[in-house]
């Protein structure tokens, strides 16, 4: 199994920006797909961003040009640079990595964009 454990949330005003990190607890090099999923207050968990070894990222269109996903193999980390945040992207992030056939889920961090 993987252990992933984001941080990096906090509180940040209207237009911030924040930089959260999901680090594995065994190397990522071989996990080809990794995303960052979201869950604000009475609404079900959506999904954010996913980057794939040596592809493109993929982005849901809520954060498209306003979100970055990368990954540090080197470091077994992920990454979610949040730029432009606005209060509707008030949330608890989660990041989700595939390994031995089903999906391991980090704790979560909050996210609060208040002003």
């Known amino acids: 199994q993987v252990q992933l454990v984001e941080s990096g949330g906090g509180l940040v005003q209207p237009g911030g920006s924040l930089r959260l990190s999901c680090a594995a607890s065994?190397?990522?090099?071989?996990?080809?797909?990794m995303g960052w999923y979201r869950q604000a207050p009475g609404k079900q968990r959506e999904f954010v961003a996913q980057?794939?070894?040596?592809?493109?990222?993929g982005y849901a269109d809520s954060v498209k040009g306003r979100f970055t996903i990368s990954r540090d193999n080197a470091k077994n980390t992920m990454y979610l640079q949040m730029n432009s945040l606005q209060p509707e992207d008030t949330a608890v992030y989660y990041c989700?990595?595939?390994?031995?056939?089903?999906?391991?889920w980090g704790q979560g961090t909050q996210v609060t964009v208040s002003s």
């Open positions: 980057i794939i070894n040596g592809g493109i990222p």
């Open positions: 989700k990595a595939p390994w031995g056939g089903r999906d391991f």
């Open positions: 065994r190397s990522i090099l071989s996990i080809s797909v």
